[in-house]
């Protein structure tokens, strides 16, 4: 009920405002009026409703976030609350009885949006985000070159992926200077490959994000010039399947390999970190 919403979301203000101070927050009025937006615009359904619609036509499941930020996996503490990896998607095609094709999303170059490790970060690279702007949280969005190590990283804890959707091709293209990170320096070693662990291993990390910040990119000597989709296929040994040169669906394209592993589908929805198509 709305009055009880209110009584616990009131509760949980003064707790925090008591350990913290002053919250620049919104009004619980307005935090209630929200929720009660939100609950008529969604739908209940029971445990049949996923098994529907995947037998009805493709279903893409998206990632919120980037495996990066996986809250077991990721460069602790800068990681989310969540779990960004294919997991929570795996899971729920499982009790539906189905699989899919794992496709891994990413850019011909690398963001971070506020803190934490980034090892290839270049604040000379001019690559605008018109639709990442500072935030009170966040912080600066960053940029940097190409980064095989902690993509490769992101492949080995997700389990690997079937095939890479590589965006912003249109954007590499304008920019020559961009260039592939295929290993570190750190502590006086070449490495190629960051170590993968079990899920929950803070400690692990943990000590991951301290090596990193204390490491710098090994590049090649030239960046790829207009074939970044075979670049990236070489350095994570993983097919490119789909590829964008822009903001728009007509801006999306199916490459040889995509078009024998994807088939005819109507077109492949690009973001996130991680999509499933079932």
């Given at each position: 009920a709305p009055a009880t919403l209110a009584a616990k979301l009131a509760e949980l203000a003064d707790r925090l405002a008591a350990e913290i101070g002053t919250l620049h927050a919104p009004p619980v009025a307005d935090?209630?009026?929200a929720y009660?937006?939100?609950g008529q615009r969604v739908r209940l359904v029971d445990g049949m409703h996923l098994g529907q619609?995947?037998?009805a036509g493709p279903v893409v499941f998206e990632g919120a976030q980037g495996v990066l930020l996986d809250e077991w996996?990721?460069?602790h503490p800068y990681t989310t609350w969540s779990t960004t990896t294919f997991a929570n998607a795996e899971t729920l095609l499982a009790e539906a009885g189905h699989d899919a094709t794992r496709i891994g999303v990413i850019r011909c170059y690398q963001t971070r949006h506020g803190p934490g490790p980034f090892v290839t970060e270049d604040p000379t690279l001019e690559l605008p985000e018109p639709h990442n702007a500072r935030g009170r949280w966040q912080g600066q969005v960053r940029t940097g070159h190409f980064d095989a190590v902690a993509l490769r990283y992101a492949l080995a804890v997700t389990g690997g992926a079937d095939a890479i959707a590589l965006t912003h091709v249109d954007t590499a293209a304008r920019h020559p200077e961009l260039?592939?990170?295929r290993a570190y320096q750190v502590d006086g070693k070449v490495i190629a490959h960051l170590p993968a662990g079990p899920a929950g291993d803070l400690d692990r990390t943990e000590a991951l994000t301290?090596?990193?910040l204390r490491a710098s990119p090994v590049y090649d000597r030239a960046g790829p010039g207009?074939?970044?989709p075979a670049a990236v296929a070489s350095a994570l040994n993983v097919p490119v399947a789909v590829t964008s040169?822009?903001?728009r669906a007509v801006d999306k394209r199916l490459t040889a390999d995509g078009a024998i592993l994807l088939g005819p589908a109507p077109s492949v929805t690009a973001g996130g970190a991680g999509v499933h198509r079932a």
């Open positions: 935090v209630v009026a009660r937006e939100f619609l995947l037998r996996h990721g460069f260039r592939i990170c301290r090596r990193l207009q074939d970044w040169r822009g903001p």
